[in-house]
Structures are given as structure tokens and as C-alpha cells.
């Protein structure tokens, strides 16, 4: 009696463990196309270029990598951003790398918290690149599946 119960503890255990390693293991992957930022007036003439990126999310840990080409001026940097809703800018959330160039690649990862999760998820994170000129941004997408 007490081994079949040690066996059936041991059958469960190893379930749980299973199920906690399957779950931590899944990743989500979101896409986007980085397209030139809404753009007025002197602006609009130094804004150009295409991309693409995707990013995975593991856990907590969010893993982007991805292209860029024919900015009008290079690269200085690329921002994950929480929109206040899809569409809509927001703030500066975490740095990754680029390419400092007018064509080249985005990478980087960032552990985010559990509301950035949440936002990933209702497609409220977009990446920025920003570029000589403009300097408030270039190419931007929204992180969607």
C-alpha cells in the first residue's frame, strides 16, 4: 500500500513537472511590417524605408530580431514601445539594437513585466527605429500574431 502511494506521488509529481515544463516552454510569435511613421510638413521629406521583424515571446522574455532598408538617413536606434491602445503611440519601454546605417538588422531581447505581456498580447507594443533625420522616428510596426 504505502509504494503504490509513493508510485502515484511520484506519477503526479511527474506530471506537474511536466506540465509546468511544457507551459514555461511555449513561445508566441508576433509579426510586423515596419512601415514610415505618420509624417507633416518639413518631416515628411526625411521619412522613408521598409522592415520587417518578429519577435518570440518565451515566458516573460521577449526575443526580436529583424530587417530594415532604405532609410533616408542612419539608423541611431530602436525602441519596443506600450501604446495606450493598437495604433496609438506611448512611451519608450526597452532598447534593443540596430544597425547604425541606412539598411541593416534589429535584434535584442527584453524581459518585460506581466502588463507588457498583457499588452503584447492585445497588440499594444509596437517597435520604433529612429533615425539622423527625424530624430523622433522613422519606421515603426505593431507587434500583432
Do not use: C
Request: hydrophobic share 40%; charged share 15%; aromatic share 6%.
Amino acid at each position: 500500500m504505502a509504494s503504490t502511494r509513493r508510485i502515484a506521488t511520484g506519477v503526479i509529481g511527474a506530471g506537474f513537472l511536466w506540465l509546468a515544463l511544457s507551459v514555461s516552454g511555449q513561445n508566441e510569435t508576433y509579426k510586423t511590417r515596419l512601415s514610415p511613421v505618420a509624417a507633416t510638413g518639413q518631416s515628411r521629406a526625411a521619412v522613408s524605408g521598409i522592415g520587417t521583424a518578429t519577435a518570440v515571446l518565451t515566458g516573460n522574455k521577449l526575443t526580436v530580431t529583424g530587417t530594415f532598408e532604405l532609410l533616408r538617413t542612419a539608423a541611431t536606434a530602436v525602441r519596443l514601445h506600450n501604446g495606450v491602445a493598437t495604433g496609438a503611440r506611448g512611451p519608450a519601454i526597452h532598447d534593443l539594437t540596430i544597425s547604425k546605417a541606412v539598411s541593416g538588422t534589429i535584434s535584442g531581447s527584453a524581459d518585460l513585466t506581466t502588463q507588457e505581456v498583457e499588452n503584447l498580447r492585445k497588440g499594444r507594443l509596437y517597435i520604433q527605429i529612429y533615425s539622423e533625420k527625424p530624430p523622433d522616428g522613422t519606421l515603426w510596426g505593431w507587434l500583432l500574431k
